[in-house]
């Protein structure tokens, strides 16, 4: 008599996955676009009295993927109470602010972000841009000029700054009513929150 293989066999129900088995398998539904599974897996996990800190992240994560800022934002605020050092959720969680209209917490979280690592690719684009969408070109420029000279050329962030410093430059006169937004520069957000 033949047996089943594991990819083939039914699920035993009395067999339940542990908190980081779950995280794992929402990482890789994530990966591979499969949110619905993932938010599942995230959502049981985060139900538990004392959920690991990266279903935070993860979580975070894939509800800024999803555009639900107001329940990205406390996972991330969460994930970094534990890990207070970590780049990519600060990061995100400013992105999460910018994305939901509040670009100057936004710029307040990569400021604070790029005093320990200056020359971070991602948070100094993105706070040039919120600089530059708030008419202070000369600072977005600065930020520019620091990524551009740090950054390598086959990094994203060096394209895209390239991009916004040329966008800058071709606004009218200071004083004139300038308005770039991400819209106008094509640059998406969401895949901020890919990694």
């Not at 676009?33 to 938010?39: P, Q, W």
Request: neutral net charge; glycine residues 6%; proline residues 7%.
């Amino acid at each position: 008599m033949a047996t089943k293989s594991k990819e083939t066999a039914a699920p035993n129900p009395s067999v339940s996955l542990d908190s980081d088995e779950l995280v794992a398998l929402a990482r890789v539904d994530i990966e591979r676009g499969a949110f619905t599974d993932a938010l599942l897996k995230i959502k049981q996990v985060l139900a538990d009295q004392s959920p690991p800190a990266e279903a935070f992240a993860l979580g975070g994560r894939l509800y800024a993927q999803l555009g639900l800022w107001p329940r990205a934002r406390p996972c991330y605020e969460r994930y970094l109470q534990a890990n207070p050092n970590a780049v990519t959720e600060a990061f995100e969680l400013g992105m999460v602010r910018f994305d939901s209209g509040d670009a100057a917490e936004a710029r307040k979280i990569w400021s604070d972000l790029l005093g320990k690592h200056p020359t971070h690719p991602p948070s100094l684009f993105y706070r040039a841009l919120a600089l530059a969408q708030g008419n202070s070109a000369a600072d977005a420029r600065k930020d520019l000029d620091v990524l551009l000279k740090s950054a390598s050329p086959d990094n994203l962030y060096f394209g895209r700054g390239r991009d916004l410093l040329r966008a800058i430059d071709s606004q009218p006169t200071p004083g004139a009513s300038n308005t770039l937004t991400a819209g106008t520069l094509r640059i998406p957000t969401k895949d901020a929150y890919k990694h």
